[in-house]
């Protein structure tokens, strides 16, 4: 059998995107060769490829004006063989002077005549096309005005029957371009300016006509096809009634809910209309259809729509081939195109259009490079693709169309719930696209089931809320890629070699035999605090604190133990220590540093730690009136803490105060007791009570104090040795009479063990009465963590203080922890041994390693030693202090300070007035903290203070009591409020501000910001390996990530580019053996460090930088007058703040600095001149 010719040798696609390849490729299935066209900015857009030829436009065009440059279009039609044109839509698909220039030089234009162009592209025209085809017309204006004055006196006649609401419409174009609803008289000229404006932009023509505006009809258009001799036929009509300002979002076919009646009408309408205008080739004519029924032309397209696919699945016609066939001269008897040949709608259609645009924001376009680009499929299901591929970058220059997808099914309900499945199937990264809109219409219950109009989606203003995507596949790989090309943020302080290459091996212990007896744990949740502490008396033996999972770590690798590791070790840790007093495991320091380095959620870790061992008590703790932080807060926020806490899992609240403030520690006590928590009260211990000659701290400030704590009604008392400072001979002397003093109080030991003799210490307390002891596990324990575990055990095996825990069980828990401490190597301190002279420094062990990566951050290393004795010097003049988070970073900040400017304790007390001491200090001597034991030194505290008031108070220099006490009550519901509109939307799998949320702003509000935005970046690490955390993937390298039970990703680094000029590193990855690619800046590349003046020696106005860090305000500007002692400058560095005030006063010459500066030591910030 003969095959038919092909109609043309060639055709040219005259657009872009979807369009174009849709064209394309109804053209190859006719036989006929393919020509493209694209702008310089489209030169990698898939249309240009999908043809078999593509030229490029003019490029000195803009990237619209060039696919609308006639001349240049046909001269690449003449110079390349073209036949036949397919405008598309858009652009130049309704030009007559397109049409007409290519039917000049013998190419034929796909699409209506000229005379149908002009009769139809004009809506003026056609609207007297329609009222001669005697087709209802809506009563509006017969002829398109240019100005609002036309338009007013049209509207204002009553002779016209078009009152008030009326629709300005342009007169050309479409697409919802042009089209503004007016409701009253003085919306008029702004609606009509806009209108014009927007169509004359688009189009080239600014005149509109009126019609009187349908309140709430349904948008029904008939397809249509016809030869040019008059013959016509439908292929049924499509509703488009969901729109957004006019412009189509959700297309069906056919119209549901569609009276037969009306629908009769409506296509012999449009039949007669248009086969009286013999219209040839593809067109669509648009009406109106009202509450009561009744049907009112609207316009015609002289085009293929978008919405073209819906109609092609419902009558199994190509509307694209035959246009091309209609075009070559082909009749609609010829293609088999009787009305009588087309069936009735087989099935049910809907098309959906996916663009880059955010509903939440105006559906404002969105810009980028998608980096992910994953397709649906199956059945019913079919796609028509325009500019989006991995690695494609979509500009703002065009339309935001990604792809078309439309679904069949037998019913409308299995339509959309196909198009559900698609569109979730469906994944697009890198920009954000209108698929939550897309699917909340697609499944709003009225949409399913009922007869929607154009007012739907305004009346549902719902449908615009975004879709909480997680997206955490690519956010992890976002995170891999930046490790991998920037390393290691430099504020996590992996200063040391890289991680272990060996992973941990996980012990699994055997399951115990049920005791008879029930656990501390078990007795606390039936019996309350009261009975744990009962039973802790009552319990044979010394009990055990295992603080591996919380101070051993802050001791020795900075606080930087991430929840991921402590759960792999947890089932086994549950079985080994389920005769242990708890498992510290929160608080204290782990707090910010889980979000601040780790960007961990806090109390998400707990969470995870309570499930994984829910029969052991967990411990943190508390500072106080300053709850988890370095300051104080009102008390509402406080109590609600600790409430927090309990309900989240924590059981054993150890809480003490950084200067033994008892008013301090009573709001912490009696905010506990509210939430039902078990009260450690701990009592700071410095000093050495042994030591007759030591000062103040005697047994007899340690009785007295502790006898206010047991006043209180505290459940357990502690004693705090946070430097290790208590000696064995000095614990059975303190524990001894503490013991004698309170027969029935539980008795709780922590120290630290950086001078070796914390075991020793540890069994002399046990012997003189301790119920229970701090140790952590062997391959984390000594120097400045706690004591061994392990050799507590063995020391205590059948005895009458056997700890009832196994060796052989602690011993294999601990080899987890020998391989696992490896993978920390980045933050080991390189402490080789303990070190005898902390009597002398007396450093807490928990603020050691901090310390002295501070330092060396600082610019002070090598320098260490000379810390540790100003450490002591500033003790000294600090008023020998109890030293504990956050008086002991006062101390360090102030030793800091003190190194780096070279100052002797001697010069502090001379030079103080004229100093800028660090933030901390100053809060300090202002009671900040409250006030310690043996009162403020003075001279120096009235030095420090120059008088200065306390901000936000009235008029006070220092406050007299607790710091908290006064402060007005935090508004914890306007807090939630503005944290769910600031991060709500963030994360698909947390998309509620909860209340743990809020008290982690309401402790750390920076730090919580930080976290959130990292999060919002990069998503949730938590399920990360540590090695990959800190150190990226080499290439090669193979990974598994588990987001949950059964969501495993497989990540492979494939390559890693080189920087681009712009900077960018591309970094190919497989994820699941797909191809994924992200982009990362090349931080390293910076330009050249700025060299910055010093500060003149010896010149007073001439103000440096006390210490290096990064600026974060600056106070005054150049020409400002200043008294001494007034702020010039804010400094930050390692969480030291410093307020750099006037040493003199006078006349500001210079600012040097502004904001966010990073300087040095010595720096120049600000010139004073004196007066």
């Not at 096309?129 to 204002?156: C, H, K, L, W, Y």
């Not at 300053?626 to 926020?637: I, K, L």
Request: proline share 5%; glycine share 8%.
């Amino acid at each position: 059998m003969e095959e038919d010719p092909a109609p043309f040798k060639k055709i040219m696609a005259a657009n872009r995107g979807e369009i174009a390849t849709r064209i394309n490729r109804a053209a190859s299935e006719l036989g006929v060769s393919s020509a493209g066209i694209y702008s310089y900015e489209d030169r990698f857009t898939q249309h240009r490829y999908k043809a078999d030829q593509a030229f490029q436009l003019d490029r000195t065009k803009s990237p619209v004006a060039a696919y609308l440059d006639i001349d240049t279009i046909v001269k690449i039609c003449l110079q390349n063989g073209v036949e036949a044109v397919h405008p598309g839509y858009g652009f130049l698909s309704e030009n007559m002077k397109f049409a007409s220039a290519l039917e000049r030089v013998g190419i034929t234009f796909v699409g209506p005549t000229v005379g149908n162009l002009n009769t139809f592209g004009d809506k003026t025209l056609a609207r007297e096309q329609a009222i001669a085809a005697n087709v209802p017309v809506v009563p509006g204006s017969d002829d398109a005005f240019a100005t609002v004055a036309e338009a007013r006196t049209f509207i204002e006649d009553p002779q016209y029957n078009c009152s008030y609401p009326v629709i300005v419409k342009a007169a050309m174009g479409g697409g919802g371009r042009g089209i503004r609803v007016v409701l009253t008289a003085e919306e008029l000229e702004p609606m009509f300016t806009q209108a014009s404006n927007e169509a004359l932009n688009a189009f080239g023509d600014g005149r509109c006509f009126v019609e009187k505006y349908v309140r709430d009809p349904r948008h029904i258009e008939v397809q249509c096809l016809g030869d040019g001799t008059g013959e016509v036929v439908h292929l049924w009509d499509r509703d488009c009634s969901v729109q957004r300002r006019h412009q189509k979002v959700i297309e069906t076919a056919p119209a549901h809910g569609l009276a037969e009646s009306t629908r009769e009408a409506i296509l012999g309408d449009a039949v007669r209309l248009l086969g009286g205008a013999k219209y040839r080739n593809a067109g669509t004519v648009e009406f109106l259809v009202d509450q009561e029924g009744n049907h009112f032309f609207m316009e015609v397209n002289p085009r293929v729509q978008v919405e073209h696919t819906v109609t092609e699945e419902i009558s199994g016609v190509d509307i694209v081939q035959s246009q091309i066939l209609l075009a070559s001269g082909k009749t609609l008897n010829e293609l088999g195109l009787t009305q009588a040949d087309i069936p009735a709608p087989l099935g049910f259609a809907m098309q959906c259009r996916v663009t880059t645009e955010n509903p939440s924001q105006d559906f404002r376009p969105d810009t980028g490079t998608i980096d992910v680009f994953r397709m649906p499929g199956g059945m019913g299901i079919r796609l028509d693709d325009g500019p989006g591929f991995p690695g494609a970058k979509i500009t703002p220059h065009y339309d935001s169309l990604l792809v078309k997808i439309t679904a069949k099914a037998r019913d409308r309900k299995d339509a959309a719930a196909k198009l559900v499945r698609a569109l979730k199937e469906f994944r697009v990264r890198g920009v954000t696209t209108n698929k939550s809109f897309l699917l909340n219409v697609l499944q709003n219950r009225e949409f399913l089931t009922e007869v929607v109009d154009t007012g739907f989606i305004a009346a549902n203003p719902y449908l615009l809320e975004p879709l909480r995507e997680q997206d955490r596949a690519q956010k992890l790989l976002h995170y891999i890629g930046h490790i991998i090309v920037n390393g290691t943020p430099k504020e996590l302080g992996a200063m040391g070699p890289p991680p272990s290459t060996v992973d941990p091996f996980v012990p699994v212990l055997k399951e115990p035999t049920p005791e008879q007896s029930p656990s501390l744990k078990q007795v606390f949740d039936e019996h309350g605090a009261k009975a744990f502490a009962k039973a802790v008396r009552a319990s044979e033996g010394l009990l055990i604190t295992d603080t591996t999972w919380r101070d051993a770590h802050q001791s020795l690798l900075a606080t930087r133990l991430r929840t991921t590791d402590m759960l792999h070790i947890a089932p086994a840790t549950k079985i080994a220590l389920r005769n242990a007093y708890s498992l510290e495991c929160w608080g204290g320091a782990t707090f910010d540093v889980a979000m601040r380095f780790l960007r961990e959620c806090p109390w998400d870790r707990l969470g995870a730690l309570r499930e994984a061992v829910p029969d052991i008590p967990l411990q943190m703790l508390l500072r106080g009136a300053n709850a988890v932080g370095y300051t104080s807060y009102p008390d509402n926020v406080v109590h609600e803490f600790c409430k927090r806490s309990k309900e989240h899992g924590m059981d054993v609240f150890r809480v003490f105060d950084s200067v033994n403030y008892v008013e301090n520690m009573r709001l912490g006590i009696d905010a506990v007791g509210g939430a039902g928590g078990i009260v450690e009260a701990a009592i700071g211990y410095t000093g050495d009570v042994a030591d007759p000659n030591r000062g103040n701290y005697d047994l007899e400030y340690y009785l007295d104090l502790a006898k206010q704590l047991d006043d209180l009604g505290v459940h357990v008392l502690a004693i705090k040795d946070m430097a290790g400072l208590l000696k064995p001979q000095a614990a059975t002397m303190l524990i001894g009479a503490l013991r004698e003093a309170h027969p029935d109080l539980p008795i709780h030991v922590h120290t630290h063990d950086t001078a070796g003799t914390g075991v020793a210490s540890m069994l002399a307390a046990a012997h003189a009465g301790a119920d229970a002891v701090d140790a952590a596990m062997d391959a984390m324990s000594g120097t400045t963590s706690q004591p061994s575990l392990g050799a507590l055990v063995a020391s205590t095996a059948g005895t009458s203080l056997d700890t009832g825990l196994a060796l052989n069980e602690v011993s294999a828990v601990n080899e987890y922890w020998e391989e696992c401490r490896g993978l920390y190597a980045p933050f080991e301190s390189g402490q080789k041994s303990g070190s005898a002279d902390v009597y002398t420094h007396e450093m807490p062990g928990g603020q050691y390693t901090n310390l002295l990566f501070q330092s060396s951050q600082l610019g002070l290393t090598g320098q260490w030693s000379e810390v540790k004795k100003a450490y002591a010097a500033a003790n000294r003049l600090l008023g020998d202090i109890i030293k504990v988070t956050p008086s002991s970073k006062v101390t360090g900040d102030l030793a800091q300070f003190m190194v780096n400017n070279k100052l002797t304790e001697e010069e502090v007390i001379e030079r103080a007035e004229t100093l800028s001491f660090p933030k901390s200090v100053i809060e300090y001597f202002q009671g900040y903290l409250g006030i310690p034991p043996f009162g403020f030194p003075e001279p120096l505290r009235t030095k420090v203070l120059k008088g200065t008031t306390i901000e936000g108070t009235d008029g006070l220099t220092c406050f007299e009591g607790r710091p908290g006490a006064d402060l007005s009550p935090m508004d914890l519901d306007a807090a939630r409020s503005m944290l769910q509109e600031k991060w709500g939307d963030m994360d698909g799998s947390n998309n509620t501000i909860r209340d743990v949320d809020v008290m982690s702003h309401a402790m750390y509000p920076n730090v919580y910001d930080e976290y959130m935005e990292h999060k919002r970046e990069f998503g949730k690490l938590s399920y990360v390996d540590t090695r990959t955390f800190l150190t990226g993937m080499e290439v090669g390298q193979e990974l598994t990530v588990t987001l949950e039970p059964g969501k495993q990703l497989v990540v492979k680094l494939i390559s890693v580019s080189q920087p681009n000029l712009d900077g960018l590193v591309s970094i190919q990855f497989e994820l699941n053996g797909s191809p994924r690619q992200v982009q990362v800046k090349d931080q390293t590349r910076t330009s050249e460090t700025i060299a910055r003046p010093k500060a003149l020696h010896g010149v007073e106005g001439s103000v440096g930088a006390p210490m290096p860090g990064v600026v974060l305000e600056t106070k005054v500007n150049k020409g400002d007058k200043v008294k001494m002692g007034d702020a010039l400058v804010s400094l930050s560095a390692m969480k030291m703040e410093t307020m750099v005030a006037a040493p003199v006063s006078g006349v500001v010459t210079r600012v040097v600095v502004t904001a966010n500066d990073q300087i040095d030591a010595g720096d120049l910030l600000v010139e004073i001149e004196e007066d």
